[in-house]
């Protein structure tokens, strides 16, 4: 197997290259070659975007008639991946750079395009300063301002550098924290010395309340005296005043009493007719009080039960 690795042939004696038959071929031949796209691209026909590094097969040929300090400037063929629409795109070696020819457009080229544009402007100012020797000294005086005003920015910002390489960060730390705790024990200071005020305050308030409602006050009732309790009537005679109360005295006289009649009877024993008394004022009662006689021993309540007595005789009668 080591004779698949030998790269030198076999040449026989006789072997005389002169007599190979050379081919002719074309000059615009096409060769098919694996290769990337070189940049971002967008087809024209169908939109599709075609990134950077999507490989492709691709056919190749030389372009004619177009040389770049002796290189020749290759073309390519690819083929859209969405509607097959061909694309064409060459090299352009002056640029080290690839140019679209045919079938999409370069996408993401600002900074080409600017670059391009800072070439437009160079040149025509060249073209300037050759047919115009005042635009010359211009230029000059424009250049020389510019340039003064970049050494003095680059002046100031070394200055403000070397400031902050002498600035001591642990000093300032150290400064602000020690600024930090005498303002905190100030604010608690301050805080202390308002709450002892408010208390203060709130002393003085509470004793003029207490002087004025002690000068305001009633005078204190008097204590019962706990043997009092023995001088009160019996339970007996609070009894009898609650039924004198309610009911009226046995042997007193009633306002009910002129409402009562009394039945009169005869010696011959014939009931007399009941006089009725006139219940039209007060006088007429009175009057009709003054004419009945009563038993002396008679109370209200024998009286009611006289009266309907003759109540009842009458009816029967």
Not at 96 to 120: C, I, M, W
Not at 171 to 178: D, E, F, I, N, T
Request: charged share 35%; net charge neutral.
């Amino acid at each position: 197997m080591s004779e698949r690795k030998v790269l030198n042939k076999y040449y026989p004696p006789d072997f005389d290259p002169s007599k190979i038959p050379k081919l002719k071929l074309p000059k615009d031949r096409q060769y098919v070659v694996r290769l990337m796209a070189p940049f971002n691209m967008r087809c024209k026909t169908c939109g599709e975007y075609i990134y950077k590094g999507k490989k492709f097969n691709a056919r190749k040929e030389t372009v004619q008639n177009e040389v770049y300090l002796g290189l020749p400037i290759f073309r390519f063929y690819i083929k859209c991946t969405r509607c097959l629409a061909e694309i064409t795109f060459k090299t352009d070696p002056e640029n080290t750079d690839y140019t679209v020819e045919h079938g999409a457009t370069r996408n993401f080229q600002a900074e080409k395009l600017l670059e391009e544009e800072e070439k437009r402007v160079q040149k025509e100012r060249e073209d300037e300063e050759l047919n115009n020797p005042m635009k010359v000294l211009e230029n000059r005086t424009k250049d020389s301002k510019l340039e003064m005003e970049v050494l003095e920015n680059l002046q100031e910002l070394k200055d403000l550098n070397q400031r902050q390489a002498h600035v001591d960060f642990e000093a300032m730390l150290r400064q602000h924290r020690l600024s930090e705790e005498a303002r905190q024990k100030q604010e608690q200071e301050e805080d202390e010395r308002e709450a002892a005020s408010l208390v203060e305050e709130s002393r003085k308030r509470r004793l003029l309340e207490d002087s004025d409602s002690e000068e305001d006050a009633p005078a204190p009732a008097p204590r019962p005296n706990p043997t009092a309790i023995l001088d009160e009537a019996p339970k007996a005679k609070r009894k009898a005043e609650t039924w004198e109360r309610s009911v009226g005295t046995l042997g007193g006289r009633s306002q009910l009493s002129g409402l009562v009649v009394v039945k009169k009877v005869d010696l011959a024993g014939t009931p007399a007719r009941p006089q009725k008394a006139a219940t039209t004022g007060p006088v007429k009662n009175r009057e009709a009080s003054v004419a009945v006689p009563r038993t002396p021993a008679a109370s209200s309540l024998s009286q009611l039960g006289a009266y309907s007595d003759s109540e009842e005789d009458s009816g029967s009668n």
